[in-house]
């Protein structure tokens, strides 16, 4: 099979799910590689890395589908990619269909076969530590007086406290951005709704840090003494409420922090839309927010590492062994499939987009095998099955 790695067209994205590293085991696998022209710059990685590591570069997006098998990128595919897909084609990326009714169309009506790669990570994404560790970094940036903030600083000084921070969600994104502030001498409390997590924390920091269970009432009563609050839960996307509404930022000192890492649309902050590295702050009732959606791009060479490391074995088990073993090997790579030939097969995306679907077993026919168990990729369920 020919594997391909696009370059990423998200604005200000600059990972690549493939380095140089991996290109070798997969050639070493028997398969051929074909890099798009840059499509590891940004991380580091240039085109002459990829050429000795036995890709083949290709300059055009055009060319990489007209002659790949597979497809692999780290972000969604693009309106400008939509109408070069292929039937049959394989393609891996970050697609998060359910937020994304436009893309699974496109998908849908190309027949292709695609997997989404957020719900593949058996044990945690390393995009996800990297967006909790490098949002605390940016949310301390922000607060800087010269970014817009109260300028605070996180540990404090002699004769100035600390930070009190404030962390929604006790999941790998929010331990990810505890670790830091943590270790930088910030005040912290973490708000989660598993007592569980809670525990674990308090046990894991030898009781220093504060834990709360996460409700509206409960953010609250600690706002007005909070100096950034950093939003790390994944919120249902049926959900029309707001664990922090426009008129919960009044209570808060004027220079604030609001870091959304989930960034969800919707998501669990009213005021949370969408930036960009290259403007990634707004100011809303006095609270500077800051919401970039692909925070871990500000780190490409580290992120592109990693990232490529987790995925490696996905791509191998495409390439090696085909869809339908792959599939019942692991319920993790079974959960992620979204399209098949036509086909919705991703349970969230048809609950949120009132579109019909069918479970990735029965329509790959292998529901008789001995799966291996995954548990669904997100608390949405859906009963509308395609009719027979």
């Known amino acids: 099979m020919i594997l391909g790695i696009l370059k990423d067209v998200k604005e ?3 990972r690549v799910i493939c380095t140089p590293n991996e290109v070798r085991t997969i050639v070493a696998n028997g398969h051929e590689v074909w890099a798009q022209h840059d499509c590891g710059l940004g991380a580091g990685f240039p085109d002459e890395q990829y050429e000795k590591a036995g890709a083949k570069i290709i300059d055009t997006m055009e060319e990489m589908y007209a002659g790949c098998d597979m497809l692999a990128k780290v972000k969604e595919y693009a309106p400008i990619e939509f109408p070069l897909i292929r039937e049959n084609q394989i393609l891996l990326g970050c697609i998060h269909p359910a937020g994304h009714p436009e893309e699974v169309s496109a998908l849908l ?11 593949s990570h058996r044990f945690g994404s390393p995009n996800n530590e990297a967006a909790g560790k490098l949002g605390a970094l940016f949310g301390l940036e922000s607060m800087l007086s010269i970014n817009g903030g109260k300028g605070k600083f996180v540990g404090g000084f002699a004769g100035a406290p600390r930070m009190n921070v404030l962390i ?24 989660d709704i598993n007592m569980g997590v809670l525990r674990q924390l308090q046990f894991e920091y030898k009781n220093t840090i504060s834990t709360m269970y996460c409700t509206k009432e409960n953010i609250k009563e600690i706002l007005p003494k909070t100096d950034m609050v950093l939003n790390c839960v994944l919120w249902p996307k049926e959900r029309t409420d707001f664990l922090i509404d426009k008129e919960m930022l ?12 989930s960034n969800d ?22 609270v500077v927010h800051y919401c970039v959606s692909n925070i871990p791009s500000a780190a490409a060479n580290s ?21 339908e073993k792959t599939c019942v090997k692991n319920g993790y790579y079974r959960r992620s499939l979204t399209a098949y030939k036509g086909y919705l097969t991703h ?3 048809s609950a949120i987009q009132s579109r019909p679907w069918i479970r990735p077993e029965d329509i790959l026919g292998i529901k008789n095998e001995k799966l291996d168990f995954a548990p669904p990729a997100t608390v949405t ?4 099955f395609y009719k027979k």
């Open 12 to 14: 200000c994205e600059y």
């Open 109 to 119: 009506k190309s027949k292709c076969i695609a997997f989404t790669a957020e719900d």
């Open 168 to 191: 929604l969600g006790g999941g790998g994104v929010g331990r990810a951005a505890l670790s830091v502030l943590h270790a930088l001498g910030a005040n912290c409390t973490v708000m």
């Open 250 to 261: 009044k209570t808060m000192e004027k220079g604030s922090v609001l870091v959304d890492i």
């Open 265 to 286: 649309d919707p998501g669990a902050i009213e005021s949370s839309h969408e930036t960009h590295h290259d403007n990634p702050r707004y100011v809303v009732n006095g």
């Open 303 to 323: 992120t592109s590492v990693a990232y490529a490391a987790e995925m490696l074995p996905f791509i191998l088990s495409i390439l090696n062994n085909g869809i």
């Open 347 to 349: 349970e969230e995306t």
């Open 381 to 384: 369920r859906s009963d509308n």
